[in-house]
């Protein structure tokens, strides 16, 4: 399983225990491009490890549909705020690509973090790490325009930008993709 190996490479202490839990709870999913991981409105009862793929954080409303996030290889992918209180999920995620990842059930998730005293760090540094990326996000919406937006966004997540379609990096950034295909373009041109 992929999910063992990044663990070792975090500095997760791999047990044999540990080693077998994994292997045995994690199950490989593979999803079309447009399938749903959670849908808004239903509590997420599962976390993803994405091995392959791309899959999008969306808010969907009567009119409109919203990139919040789009996770890339080697990340983790639920919908935080149901998965671990158990409500409704705001969001929708969905693959933008065909995609494979090991999946976990909320109970196996459980029985990880609480009988496996060598995940416990890992787990609260990869949820920290998810909150610090929020708040990258929101301050970023919050504090700088369009050409600044885009060139602080670029900069801290290049591979984001290189691999995602514009139409959902303009969306994460609260702006039409016309507008930024506005903005890379005087980059370009000023660039030469």
Known sequence: MVLVEFLKKAGVTMTEELQAFLLRSLKLVKYEKGDFFCEQGHVCQQLGFLVEGQAALRYLTDDNEFTRWVGLQFTFVTAFDSFINEVPNQYSISFLSDSTMEVFSKTEFDRL????????????????????????????????????????????????????????????????????SRIRRQLVKGSK
């Open 113 to 180: 973090s609480n009988d496996f005293p060598e995940m416990r760090k890992f787990i609260y540094k990869a949820l920290a790490h998810e909150v610090v990326k929020y708040q990258h996000l929101t301050d970023l919406l919050i504090t700088t325009k369009g050409k600044e937006r885009y060139l602080k966004f670029q900069e801290r997540y290049p591979q984001m930008v290189n691999e995602v379609p514009q139409k959902y990096i303009a969306s994460i950034l609260g702006m039409n993709p016309r507008h930024l």
